[in-house]
């Protein structure tokens, strides 16, 4: 997502100005969870191989979520993926970047 989406200025300029951004790796969620975090639980509870993007209000509930295989069909030429899903028709850029800002216009309205 990094290569394609993430990439995109105006969803960073989104993401930037209505989120507050965080990298959980899913080893340190487990581990954080284990040792009874109750945030890092959600996380790693609700997390899908091989990157899941989660948008939660300030109070923690979970609004929607979005993973980079499920929800973005194909695979950037950039990105290392599993055979079978270097096979899957790739959506042009365009569409993972409107897609992605509409569900964010539709889930967080301004």
């Given at each position: ?17 209505r ?6 790796l ?24 091989p ?6 209000k ?23 993926a ?24 539709e889930?967080?309205?301004?």
């Amino acid at each position: 997502m990094r290569a394609g989406l993430l990439s995109d200025p105006e969803v960073i300029r989104q993401l930037n100005r209505r989120f507050v951004c965080t990298t959980v790796l899913i080893d340190d969620a487990r581990k954080a969870a284990a040792a009874g975090d109750p945030l890092a639980k959600r996380f790693a509870d609700e997390w899908k191989y091989p990157l899941q993007m989660m948008f939660l209000k300030p109070d923690g509930t979970l609004v929607f979520k979005l993973n980079s295989f499920k929800d973005f069909p194909g695979v950037h030429p950039d990105v290392a993926a599993p055979p079978e899903k270097q096979r899957v028709e790739r959506a042009t850029d365009r569409e993972h970047i409107e897609g992605f800002l509409k569900r964010i216009a539709e889930s967080f309205p301004e």
